[in-house]
């Protein structure tokens, strides 16, 4: 078997445990590697601690596939009768760090392959913080209200798209049922007790020294507010998040977004944003994503949005962050899919 090595061949996006180089550990959604290769077919090796997670298979730069991984080590044919020749490969996590990890172990290619440098990192980076919206839950399929993990799908949510329109790498951090100040039941915790972590709260320390974003997208207050709060403490909560995102980096542009379930905190969100701007930082905004269109847009798995409510709220949040930003948008977003029997 042709000997394949991460260091050398592997671009990693995302949060990953490098504690053992060759076996990189993601958790959170949007994770991906990226190789490129010549050959007709490739294969994985990988290990899942739950057995609950799904990777989007993207091949040239087409979304082609996805595929389940089952729990602990197993292989799989990602793809296969491709035609002779160079190709690019992408493995993204659609889901979220509730289903699990992911390490990957190896990659394989039939005899007469080989891999080759792996696909050069776009220039602009944004990393983006958020709950189960930004996690893409439920987005694949209308009116399941179980928890599914199958219908979940960071790669084609508004993280993503609007990710792409821009032609950026991208992080994301996001947990179901999570808010800035509280969560969906009351509890008082939230995202940014996860900030500082490789893979969350309590995990090994993440190094900020290996992303610097150049933009922020925080989507907290849906679950913040469907309990009853405190608006100060919200407020004062999200403050603080922020001025702990801007002495991590160097003055990144953020984006404090509203929608699509509820927009009962807009109010709190534009107080939010103004002590910023008042204090003299005017590359903090609101963006407004307004809510879901049921009768044109459907509903996504536990009326959360859908693929055609993420596909506007990507192009609606890509087209304000350029409008600030001066960032070039792509003439039509990179999401393109292809239909594999």
Known sequence: M???????????????????????????????????????????????????????????????????????????IIEQGLPDGEHTLEIHKRTGILTGSIAFHHFSLPDGGSFLAPPAAKPLRLEYFGDSIT???????????????????????????????????????????????????????????????????????????????????????????STPIDDEAYIAAYIEFIQVILEKYNDPYVFCCVGTMNNNYLASVKKVVSYFNHSGNGKVFVVDLGLIHPEVEGWGGRYHPGYQTHYRMGLELASFISAKTGWELLKRPSIATECVF
């Open 2 to 76: 042709l000997e394949f090595s991460f260091a050398e061949f592997a671009r990693l996006m995302g949060r990953f445990d490098l504690t053992e180089r060759e076996k990189p550990k993601c958790a959170w959604v949007n994770s991906a590697v990226f190789l490129a290769f010549r050959g007709t077919a490739v294969s994985m090796a990988a290990e899942d601690s739950d057995g609950q997670d799904y990777v989007e298979i993207v091949v040239d730069g087409v979304a082609r596939n996805w595929i389940h991984l089952k729990k602990g080590v197993h292989p799989y």
């Open 135 to 225: 996690d893409g839950a439920g987005i694949g399929h209308p009116h399941v209200l179980a928890e599914a993990p199958h219908l979940d799908d960071g790669y084609m949510s508004y993280v993503g798209i609007s990710a792409r329109m821009l032609n950026a790498e991208y992080h994301t951090m996001a947990i179901c049922g999570i808010g800035v100040w509280q969560d969906a039941v009351g509890n008082k915790q939230g995202l940014p007790e996860h900030f500082s972590g490789t893979l969350g709260k309590e995990t090994a320390p993440w190094d900020f020294s290996l992303y610097t974003p150049d933009g922020i997208v925080i989507n907290l207050g849906q679950n913040d507010y």
